[in-house]
Every structure is written in structure tokens, then in C-alpha cells.
């Protein structure tokens, strides 16, 4: 019994030394991701396509809801002399036109939220890859996102090294500059259908 304790304490004494090794070789940065898309000019250009993008959605249902608006006025000044049937038509109508309308709204946040996917996906692997060449080529064993740390020392920030490297191999079309936080989808406007009687 003796034995096999000494033995049993022998391998955990070796494997709190394997593990308080393991410990001093393990090399911890972060990057703040915001601080980084936010020094990007890629960034900026993304999101100035993004709004010029989201401005010609919203303006087109805009147009449409103004439409729809006038038909509903116009629908309410006609439909007390409008015969019952007529009535039935016109309230059919302006249903099919409010439908419609709804399906275009949900189309245009739908290209919205696909062109912000368009713009931005490349922009996120050339982080990514950024952040995995540095973590390579520093023996990083981990690199965390700031938001996630209650605690992050300075010295283990490699934000500006990640800006830097993107920087050095920039793509051409990072050159319009703009603020960096995404449109907002289209208003949905939601029309009335029923006429007054």
C-alpha cells in the first residue's frame, strides 16, 4: 500500500510539472475587433456602399408607400359613391397593393442584409487570416477578442499589429471614406387598407 502510494505520488508531482510547463509556454494576445474595423479603410468604403445601397431600397419604398397612400385618399374621397361592388373591388385592390408592398419591403431588407454580407465577409477572412499569420509568427498559443476579457494587459494587445499588416496589403477599392457603423434597413411603412366609409 505504502508502494503504491509513493508511486501515485510520484506521477502526480510529474504531471504538475508537465502541466506548470505547459502553463509557462502558453502565449495569450487579443485583438479589440472594433478598435481594428474601425481604422480600416476598407471598413469605411464598405459601409458607404452599404448606405448608398440601403438609401436607394428606402427611397424606392418610400415611393411606393407615398403611391399607395394616394390610392387609399383617393379610394376613401370616391367610396361613398361607389356602388357596393365597386366598394368590394377597390377595398381588394388596395389589399393586393399593401401585400405587394410588404413583400418588397421584405425583399429589399433581405438584398440589404445580403449585400452587407458581400461587403464584409472579405473584409473579416483578411482579419482572420491577419490575426492567424501574427499568432503563427509569434507563437501565440491563443488569441482572444477583447470583449470577451475582464482583464486584458497592454502588452498582449496585437490590435495595432493587425492594423498594420491589413494596412500593409490593402486592397485597391478602400478608398471612400465613411463612418463605420452599418445602415439601418428600410422603414417599414405600414399603409392603411380599408377605406372610410
Excluded: C
Amino acid at each position: 500500500m505504502k508502494k503504491t502510494f509513493i508511486i501515485l505520488a510520484s506521477m502526480l508531482l510529474a504531471l504538475g510539472g508537465s502541466i506548470i510547463t505547459q502553463a509557462q509556454n502558453l502565449k495569450i494576445g487579443y485583438v479589440d475587433s472594433q478598435s481594428v474595423l474601425e481604422k480600416l479603410d476598407e471598413v469605411k468604403a464598405a459601409n458607404a456602399q452599404l448606405r448608398e445601397f440601403a438609401a436607394i431600397k428606402d427611397k424606392e419604398l418610400k415611393k411606393d408607400a407615398d403611391d399607395f397612400q394616394a390610392k387609399v385618399k383617393d379610394a376613401e374621397d370616391k367610396f361613398q359613391g361607389m356602388t357596393p361592388q365597386m366598394q368590394a373591388a377597390t377595398q381588394k385592390e388596395l389589399q393586393a397593393l399593401q401585400e405587394k408592398i410588404q413583400i418588397k419591403q421584405q425583399s429589399a431588407q433581405s438584398e440589404i442584409s445580403n449585400k452587407e454580407k458581400q461587403l464584409f465577409e472579405p473584409i473579416q477572412k483578411r482579419i482572420q487570416d491577419a490575426i492567424k499569420q501574427i499568432a503563427t509568427d509569434g507563437s501565440y498559443t491563443y488569441v482572444l477578442d477583447k470583449q470577451v476579457l475582464f482583464h486584458s494587459p497592454a502588452t498582449d494587445d496585437l490590435s495595432d499589429e493587425v492594423v498594420k499588416k491589413l494596412q500593409a496589403t490593402k486592397p485597391q477599392a478602400a478608398t471612400t471614406p465613411a463612418t463605420t457603423k452599418p445602415a439601418t434597413t428600410p422603414a417599414t411603412t405600414k399603409p392603411t387598407t380599408t377605406p372610410k366609409k
